[in-house]
């Protein structure tokens, strides 16, 4: 059984990537369009309800900057982004990062920050081109640069990462603080995909270099996008004997230990352990292996 819903992949967009090139279409859709403005922090404006809402501008009224065409709703409404500072006078919104809220948003709203985030730091960190140093320029309604000189094309680039929840023979699962974590602070395991390598063989390096484990009965769980700045975090489950050893790398993990079912619910109860966001899978796959939703976090 996979994961079900994860705060960020949510996808309740048409993107319209077939329309991207067709330059009329973009600009009849960018008349009509909801804007969504995004800073240089990768925050857009947030009206703070009980339940967030992002705050669109119009296109006639939106502050110059890369447009970027973010897709169709159900109602045939179109969304595009724009990386500029945030207005001051847009009323009750306040720049606000998709950490904080995106796991509060409607799908639509998540969807939409989630490509727009995204979007907007790959084209803040693509404005040269890596093989002359010339400046690029945004096309395909803001999905592609190109080159001003060679004519290159660049396409926005993820970062694969496994991340990973390893359980035992005993059923119970292993949690770590990172080394820059303040205490009680815990999670599970992850790190990126190396070139030439499997998803699923970087799950067991990744395990065998970061707390000394040989894991198998690999499982893919699912996966979400996690742009901060341009990660897709690809979940799995594994399983180790019980009573291995752990061997730390005392460069990325702090400290290491084992949880049944009611030691993690005691102590996220107690606060003695601070569970990460529901914004993020690591979570999901937590509250899988319990088998219910967990108390507190370190992150919404």
């Not at 770590?176 to 205490?183: F, K, Y």
């Not at 790190?191 to 270099?209: L, N, S, T």
């Not at 979400?224 to 489950?237: N, R």
């Given at each position: 059984?996979?994961?079900?819903?994860?705060?960020?992949?949510?996808?309740?967009?048409?993107?319209?990537?077939?329309?991207?090139?067709?330059?009329?279409?973009?600009?009849?859709?960018?008349?009509?369009?909801?804007?969504?403005?995004?800073?240089?922090?990768?925050?857009?404006?947030?009206?703070?309800?009980?339940?967030?809402?992002?705050?669109?501008?119009?296109?006639?009224?939106?502050?110059?900057?890369?447009?970027?065409?973010?897709?169709?709703?159900?109602?045939?409404?179109?969304?595009?982004?724009?990386?500029?500072?945030?207005?001051?006078?847009?009323?009750?919104?306040?720049?606000?990062?998709?950490?904080?809220?995106?796991?509060?948003l409607a799908d639509v709203e998540s969807t939409l920050m989630t490509q727009a985030v995204a979007m907007a730091a790959w084209h803040s960190a693509h404005r040269f081109c890596p093989r002359c140093g010339a400046p690029t320029k945004a096309i395909a309604a803001g999905h592609v640069r190109v080159c001003t000189v060679d004519g290159g094309e660049q396409y926005p680039r993820l970062d694969p990462a496994v991340i990973m929840l390893v359980a035992d023979t005993d059923d119970r699962v292993l949690l770590a603080r990172g080394v820059s974590w303040p205490e009680r602070r815990a999670s599970v395991l992850a790190g990126f995909i190396?070139?030439?390598?499997?998803?699923?063989?970087?799950?067991?390096?990744?395990?065998?270099?970061?707390?000394?484990?040989?894991?198998?009965?690999?499982?893919?769980?699912?996966?979400?996008?996690?742009?901060?700045?341009?990660?897709?975090?690809?979940?799995?489950?594994?399983?180790?004997?019980?009573?291995?050893?752990?061997?730390?790398?005392?460069?990325?993990?702090?400290?290491?230990?084992?949880?049944?079912?009611?030691?993690?619910?005691?102590?996220?109860?107690?606060?003695?352990?601070?569970?990460?966001?529901?914004?993020?899978?690591?979570?999901?796959?937590?509250?899988?292996?319990?088998?219910?939703?967990?108390?507190?976090?370190?992150?919404?």
């Amino acid at each position: 059984m996979t994961l079900g819903w994860l705060a960020l992949a949510r996808g309740a967009v048409d993107r319209m990537a077939e329309r991207r090139r067709d330059e009329d279409w973009v600009a009849a859709a960018w008349a009509g369009s909801r804007v969504l403005v995004v800073d240089e922090q990768g925050r857009v404006p947030v009206r703070l309800t009980e339940r967030p809402e992002l705050v669109y501008v119009r296109s006639r009224t939106a502050p110059k900057g890369e447009r970027i065409l973010l897709g169709v709703d159900e109602d045939k409404i179109a969304y595009f982004a724009v990386c500029a500072p945030i207005p001051e006078d847009l009323p009750d919104a306040e720049p606000t990062g998709l950490r904080r809220i995106g796991a509060l948003l409607a799908d639509v709203e998540s969807t939409l920050m989630t490509q727009a985030v995204a979007m907007a730091a790959w084209h803040s960190a693509h404005r040269f081109c890596p093989r002359c140093g010339a400046p690029t320029k945004a096309i395909a309604a803001g999905h592609v640069r190109v080159c001003t000189v060679d004519g290159g094309e660049q396409y926005p680039r993820l970062d694969p990462a496994v991340i990973m929840l390893v359980a035992d023979t005993d059923d119970r699962v292993l949690l770590a603080r990172g080394v820059s974590w303040p205490e009680r602070r815990a999670s599970v395991l992850a790190g990126f995909i190396e070139p030439g390598e499997a998803m699923e063989q970087a799950v067991a390096r990744e395990v065998k270099e970061e707390v000394g484990l040989d894991v198998d009965d690999i499982r893919y769980m699912g996966s979400q996008p996690w742009p901060m700045p341009q990660s897709l975090m690809i979940g799995f489950s594994c399983r180790t004997e019980a009573g291995a050893r752990l061997k730390l790398d005392k460069a990325e993990i702090v400290e290491a230990r084992w949880y049944t079912r009611d030691e993690l619910k005691a102590a996220a109860l107690n606060q003695d352990l601070l569970l990460p966001g529901r914004v993020s899978i690591a979570r999901q796959l937590i509250e899988h292996w319990y088998g219910a939703d967990l108390p507190g976090s370190w992150g919404l």
